[in-house]
């Protein structure tokens, strides 16, 4: 029997990824361990053509992807240049002049019933001027520039955060090849010239290479970025725009040499018309510009970036252009789009390699036969869709809640129209600091309590059940005592530039 059906055989047995870079080199990596036999797993990829290569942060659930994969912390921070992130630093976000931290873990620990933010809530009424930020452990370590791992006691402060890392983009992807490639992935270079789709199925069937290389495959992964081979160029599924409420456009990135702290945490400068990512790295710090070029020029936007930064720069500024939104679908027939393909959210809360990371994870748990089941792929699209939608209600939110009235692009988001499903959370929050969570949220209830408080979205009155304890004066006495503990064990972690020295350096 032709291809991979044998009498009786529905088993995929032939994945094709088209598409290199972090998300087909992750996906292939991933389905290598997962399919350790059976099946064949194949890559295109173009040295020709570059990737957009500037996923340098991410967020804690990384540390499950390599675990899975069995992939050594140390072992893949000296291959990455990487360093540790513990958060991430808003400057100017909410006014000029102003900061706040999400912290990558909780604030504290809870001292009874009420949650430790309203205790801080009911302390701050009192006059008690300890800042939210002290409350959490991975602040009081990021702002000494300090790193250790969490202690593995519960009943300690030192096990109440969490952390992930920042790496060079494109030796984490060069990394994972060589991963994947020692367990039969094989890798095809040159570029797609045309897709065949199966006239009765719709299915795509095969990819023809510019060199006239023939491929087959029964699941075809499309890792193609924001092009889409795949799922658009040869499908049309269709783009939902999301330009509405999330207005920049465009980006330019440039690395420089170190020149300021060596920072366990991103850092998010709002500027003008956008805001200015800096992400530390051993051997240098990776800078960029995420702007609206309704609001910007070009031009004007690699100069800012260029003037704000540590060091010497150590190339030329490179642009990137993208339209915010996803794929009408994430599946279409045998198709399914994994990173930049999917769909994009601007990088503000370094999503965008968890995003290929949860699109691998529901490749896994809704993997398909070769009948390819329209109730599986039904309920992967759902799943997809609605994850993605919840991440961006979070980055909304930090648009919206600005206050800053100084330029067009700031007071455009301060009044624009918001999802009803992020409406809804905020209105919440606002009247007494409830923080309610949905299915599927990515970000638990400290990365909205970090937003909202560090963006004056207070509530306007405390939780009930603090009227039937001991008053304001207890809550003051406990969050003097949470932030003198933080301190405490704050400064007794190494350096940042020790911890790496000492276990994981290039």
């Not at 990137?320 to 599946?331: C, Q, S």
């Not at 990515?442 to 001991?470: C, I, K, M, T």
């Not at 949470?482 to 000492?502: C, G, K, N, S």
């Amino acid at each position: 029997m032709a291809g991979s059906e044998k009498a009786g055989d529905r088993s995929i047995r032939r994945v094709l990824i088209v598409g290199g870079g972090s998300a087909g080199w992750m996906t292939a990596a991933a389905l290598a361990h997962a399919l350790p036999r059976g099946c064949a797993i194949s890559l295109i990829e173009s040295e020709e053509i570059g990737t957009v290569g500037v996923g340098e942060a991410t967020i804690p659930p990384i540390k499950l992807f390599n675990d899975t994969l069995g992939i050594a912390e140390d072992e893949f921070m000296k291959a990455t240049k990487g360093s540790f992130k513990l958060g991430i630093e808003f400057v100017d976000w909410a006014k000029i002049g102003h900061r706040y931290f999400h912290p990558f873990g909780e604030y504290g620990k809870p001292f009874d019933l009420v949650p430790v933010h309203q205790h801080w809530l009911a302390a701050r009424a009192a006059g008690c001027s300890v800042p939210l930020d002290d409350l959490a452990m991975a602040w009081g370590a990021a702002s000494r520039d300090r790193f250790a791992k969490p202690l593995a006691d519960p009943r300690s402060i030192g096990s109440t955060f969490s952390y992930a890392y920042h790496f060079d983009a494109g030796l984490y992807a060069k990394f994972l090849r060589s991963y994947a490639e020692a367990r039969g992935v094989v890798r095809h270079e040159g570029k797609v010239a045309s897709t065949a789709i199966d006239g009765a199925s719709g299915h795509v069937t095969s990819v023809t290479l510019d060199d006239g290389r023939v491929l087959e495959g029964d699941l075809f992964i499309d890792c193609s970025g924001f092009r889409g081979l795949l799922i658009e160029g040869a499908l049309k599924t269709g783009y939902d725009e999301w330009t509405r409420w999330l207005p920049c456009d465009r980006a330019v990135a440039v690395p420089c040499e170190h020149g300021a702290g060596f920072t366990p945490y991103t850092r998010s400068t709002a500027r003008e018309a956008g805001w200015q990512w800096r992400i530390p790295l051993q051997h240098r710090v990776g800078n960029g510009y995420v702007y609206s070029s309704a609001h910007l020029g070009d031009q004007e936007a690699a100069d800012t970036l260029l003037a704000n930064l540590d060091g010497k720069p150590l190339a030329d500024p490179r642009g990137l252009r993208f339209v915010t939104g996803r794929r009408k679908l994430f599946w279409n027939a045998n198709v399914i789009a994994i990173g930049l393909s999917s769909g994009f959210i601007e990088p503000l809360e370094s999503t965008s390699l968890h995003l290929i990371q949860a699109g691998i994870s529901k490749l896994l748990a809704f993997f398909p036969t070769l009948d390819f089941d329209p109730a599986v792929r039904d309920e992967y699209n759902r799943v997809a869709i609605t994850e993605v939608e919840r991440i961006r209600d979070f980055v909304i939110l930090h648009y919206k809640l600005t206050q800053r009235d100084d330029s067009a692009l700031w007071r455009d988001c301060a009044a624009m129209d918001i999802p009803d499903t992020l409406a809804w959370k905020i209105g919440h929050f606002r009247r007494d600091g409830k923080l309610l969570s949905r299915d599927m949220d990515l970000f638990g209830s400290p990365s909205w309590l970090a937003v909202h408080v560090g963006q004056f979205n207070l509530p306007e009155r405390l939780d009930p059940l603090l009227d039937y304890g001991d008053g304001a004066a207890k809550s003051r006495t406990f969050v003097e005592q949470l932030a003198a503990a933080v301190a405490r064990a704050a400064e007794t972690m190494p350096t940042h530039a020790d911890y790496i020295a000492h276990h994981c350096a290039a």
